[in-house]
């Protein structure tokens, strides 16, 4: 069965930096592209991410942009976010989904809180 764990959320300053990491099984995984998409505090589900299956093309919210770069090792079946200059309205749980979107397979979460 298809299986999403996300990991590497924290507690982190403004300005700082935070890499997440997602563990994919249960399929193909260069196969598909993988999305990053996020839930703030009393907020719906924000696709933040995404990057295609073989790593050529990577897209962004504008909110994002700059500031987060997605990545991929298809050898080990993961997908990245690195997030960097961090901001307070980055605190949210982030979930890794396969392919794009925010409506398919995804993790359980990891918790990201960005604040002094």
């Known amino acids: 069965q298809v299986q999403l764990v996300e990991s590497g959320g924290g507690l982190a300053q403004p300005g700082g930096s935070l890499r997440l990491s997602c563990a994919a099984s249960g399929f193909t995984f260069s196969d598909h592209a993988m999305s990053w998409a996020r839930q703030a505090p009393g907020k719906g589900l924000e696709w933040v991410s995404g990057?295609?299956?073989?790593?050529?093309?990577?897209y962004y919210q504008y909110s994002v942009k700059g500031r987060f770069t997605i990545s991929r090792d298809n050898a080990k079946n993961r997908v990245y976010l690195q997030m960097n200059s961090l901001k307070p309205e980055d605190t949210a749980l982030y979930y890794c989904?396969?392919?794009?979107?925010?409506?398919?397979?995804r993790g359980q979460g990891t918790q990201v809180t960005v604040s002094s």
């Open positions: 989904f396969r392919d794009w979107g925010t409506s398919g397979y």
């Open positions: 990057i295609y299956h073989d790593g050529s093309e990577t």
